[in-house]
T-cell receptor, first 115, second 109 residues
């Protein structure tokens, strides 16, 4: 693995189904993020994790959950998918320094369609 | 509320110079980032400004004025491969990025 990977690349899902989007990074970054990107809108933060074992809510957390059991993995789960969750999902990671700042590196994205 | 504004779309000619503006109103400021995103791909980091002034990196430069809540990305000697969306993002008081909707740059030969 080089950098940050996401799976699946794309998925069509029936409404009401449960779905987990996977994200793995091998850069030993302490912080990880999940965003959704919709046409005409900026990237919106769903959930984040500043370090393994901790998570936080972003701007649009409803309907999504995350876990951070270790440094490398940060899965995003949709418990019961709805059509409004149709979007492109990006996972990102960064090394946050003592100032709390660090550039974010993005995975290739997962294109999710909920019918 | 928090707001990042940038033009939706710009068109420029190959070999020319283009300036993409970004204005922001956020709760706190811990730096401003510019990212490039080609269609169907992930955003990639271009620049970071936390102090006022101009940061130059090859053909790309980024400027920041904190008092005006304003930044711009300057692209020189435009190439066809520069056709992409350019995303402005501000790190707020919680050290989270607030993103603009992006500026789609179209380069014409």
């Amino acid at each position: 693995i080089a950098g940050i990977t996401q799976a699946p690349t794309s998925q069509i899902l029936a409404a009401g189904r449960r779905m987990t989007l996977r994200c793995t990074q091998d850069m030993r970054h302490n912080a990880m993020y999940w965003y959704r990107q919709d046409l005409g809108l900026g990237l919106r933060l769903i959930h984040y994790s500043n370090t393994a074992g901790t998570t936080g809510k972003g701007e649009v957390p409803d309907g999504y959950s995350v876990s951070r059991a270790n440094t490398d993995d940060f899965p995003l789960t949709l418990a019961s998918a709805v059509p409004s969750q149709t979007s492109v999902y990006f996972c990102a990671s960064s090394f946050k320094d003592s100032q709390g700042v660090g550039e974010q590196f993005f995975g290739p994205g997962t294109r999710l369609t909920v019918l | 509320g928090q707001n990042i504004d940038q033009p939706t779309e710009m068109t420029a000619t190959e070999g020319a110079i283009v300036q993409i503006n970004c204005t922001y109103q956020t709760s706190g400021f811990n730096g401003l980032f510019w990212y490039q995103q080609h269609a169907g791909e992930a955003p990639t980091f271009l620049s970071y400004n936390v102090l006022d002034g101009l940061e130059e990196k090859g053909r790309f430069s980024s400027f920041l004025s904190r008092s005006k809540g304003y930044s711009y990305l300057l692209l020189k000697e435009l190439q066809m491969k520069d056709s992409a969306s350019y995303l402005c993002a501000v790190m707020d008081s919680n050290y989270q990025l607030i993103w603009g909707a992006g500026t789609k740059l179209i380069i014409k030969p």
